[in-house]
């Protein structure tokens, strides 16, 4: 049986292809137990510096699989990729709607193609936006945007999705993804590892603490980063008048302050 999903690991960079073409890869229990796995190694292996989920051609996700029954296929996925202690990167290279939608929103950044399709259409078909889009969504767009897209059910371009912040980046299709893997090179190369993923988990948790929370999480989590491995690095780097070369790695020197967060809820 061909897998759903497409797994290449080269030079830091982990590219994760969505990988049923005759189907506009729509969304499968499977194709979501496939990514929950690769998802789960780009945590674990500290070579592994950058992740970037992509669609092979023409799309990146046309939705559910409609020949499953409501319910059984989800974009809620274990770990979701702001889970993941390395940057995620969406590169939306065609039509994603629905669940393709919701998936690309639970990423870090998002390269979309300007022709293509995109929407959460679910109210028009009966039921409700899930893989987190009530909560990823407003958080991109502000609440007036979010509820025109989701109660209306309405699709829009590429365009449009840059135009209201839920792009960092409107290309033509056959540009996205060598855009979102520069970026992820530029990532590899040139950014601490721990620092990065330090950054990414305070980015998406500080959305529910308090400023005052998330000052002294600031505080200590650069305290922690100095005395890290690249922390002294970047010291000798910098006496040296070189570039650094990191060798850090995140799952051996992780902090103990995620371990509490981690273990709540995502919406408590």
């Keep these: 049986m061909n897998s759903e999903l497409l797994v290449d690991v080269s030079a830091g960079i982990a590219v994760l292809t969505l990988n049923r073409p005759a189907q506009q890869n729509a969304f499968t229990p499977a194709m979501a137990a496939e990514l929950s796995a690769a998802l789960r190694r780009c945590d674990a292996e500290d070579a592994i ?4 989920i992509t669609g092979t051609p023409p799309a990146f996700c046309a939705g559910a699989d409609l020949s499953h029954r409501v319910g059984e296929v989800s974009a ?4 979701a990729p702001w889970q993941v202690r390395k940057p995620v990167i969406a590169a939306v290279n065609g039509h994603a709607v629905g669940i393709g939608l919701a998936f690309a929103l639970q990423c870090d950044l998002r390269y979309v193609a300007r022709d293509a399709v995109y929407g959460l259409t679910q109210v028009r078909r009966g039921v409700v936006a899930d893989g987190y889009a009530h909560w990823t969504l407003p958080r991109l767009v502000g609440m007036a945007n979010a509820a025109d897209i989701m109660l209306t059910g309405r699709t829009f371009d590429g365009e449009e999705a840059k135009a209201m912040g839920l792009a960092n980046s409107c290309l033509n299709a056959a540009e996205v993804l060598p855009t979102a893997l520069s970026v992820a090179h530029d990532l590899a190369n040139g950014s601490a590892p721990l620092p990065v993923a330090l950054s990414k988990r305070l980015l998406w948790e500080g959305l529910r603490m308090s ?4 000052g002294q999480l600031e505080t200590d989590l650069n305290a922690h980063a100095a005395h890290s491995v690249d922390g002294n690095e970047a010291m000798a780097a910098f006496r ?3 570039q650094p070369h990191w060798t850090g790695s995140i799952s051996a020197e992780w902090p103990a302050w ?5 273990e709540r809820p995502v919406l408590d």
Aim: zero cysteines; glycine letters at 0%; charged letters at 35%.
């Design 49 to 52: 510096r950058v992740v970037v």
């Design 76 to 79: 809620t996925i274990d770990p």
């Design 240 to 242: 040296d008048r070189r």
């Design 211 to 214: 400023p005052t929370m998330v």
């Design 258 to 262: 995620d371990k509490a967060v981690a």
